[in-house]
């Protein structure tokens, strides 16, 4: 049973500074990474992808990947009030042994709360 | 929300009626992916295609049914409908695997 787990939150940040969020899966085979945003009542957003060990920065953003210790993680620096909302964190192992593929692996997600 | 529709956006259905969630993209991707979203609760994979007459079971897929005859388009079928479906439910598409996933705008089903 693959796994993702994340800290429910809610994570309070002050507006400006980093809001650093976590997230740790079960399934060593996991190929491909990623962090969605979602706000109440609407539909997952991307907003950063990562695929192998090390850091990856987009914007404010910055992703972290662990794998050896099975874990991802999300740095948001100068947060915003607009960066509110909660954050997924999905694992998708890729193709399947017996051919195919195979959807993403969701954690529950961890609701930030940026405060000005 | 990347070239994903889906209709309706609300409904509600009565214990054990039948219904069709419509899913169509325009972006010609292969893969499309069927999700539900419990409150509080991270989204379950229910069933997914990798192309056209080609689909397959995912985590939650008891109660559910697809089918893609073409690469727009994925419906999914809930037949004698439960309260336990009540939910809402995305659609999802993505070029190739293992690679991002781009969501519709979700619909929002009440089983009473």
């Known amino acids: 049973q693959k796994e993702v787990e994340q800290n429910s939150g809610p994570l309070s940040v002050p507006e400006g500074a980093i809001a650093s969020l976590n997230c740790t899966y079960s399934?060593?085979?996991?190929?491909?990474f990623f962090w969605y945003r979602q706000y109440s009542g609407k539909s997952p957003e991307l907003i950063m992808s990562?695929?192998?060990?090390g850091d990856k920065e987009d914007g404010r953003f910055t992703a972290q990947l662990n794998k050896a210790s099975q874990y991802v993680s999300l740095l948001i620096r100068d947060s915003q009030p607009s960066d509110s909302a909660t954050y997924l964190c999905?694992?998708?192992?890729?193709?399947?042994?017996?051919?195919?593929?195979?959807?993403?692996?969701f954690g529950k997600g961890t609701h930030l709360i940026i405060q000005p | 929300n990347a070239g994903v529709t889906q209709t309706p956006k609300f409904r509600i259905l009565k214990i054990g009626q039948s219904m069709t969630l419509q899913c169509t993209q325009d972006m010609n991707h292969n893969y499309m992916y069927w999700y539900r979203q419990d409150p509080g609760m991270g989204l379950k994979l229910i069933y997914y295609?990798?192309?056209?007459?080609?689909?397959d079971k995912g985590e939650v897929p008891n109660g559910y049914n697809v089918s893609r005859s073409t690469t727009e388009d994925f419906p999914l079928r809930l037949e004698l409908a439960a309260p336990s479906q009540t939910s809402v439910y995305f659609c999802?598409?993505?070029?190739?695997?293992?690679?991002?996933?781009?969501f519709g705008p979700g619909t929002r089903l009440t089983v009473t």
């Open positions: 990562i695929y192998s060990n």
């Open positions: 999802a598409i993505s070029r190739e695997v293992p690679s991002e996933q781009y």
């Open positions: 999905a694992v998708n192992v890729g193709i399947k042994s017996g051919g195919g593929a195979d959807g993403l692996t």
């Open positions: 399934d060593r085979v996991s190929q491909s």
């Open positions: 295609s990798v192309g056209a007459g080609i689909t």
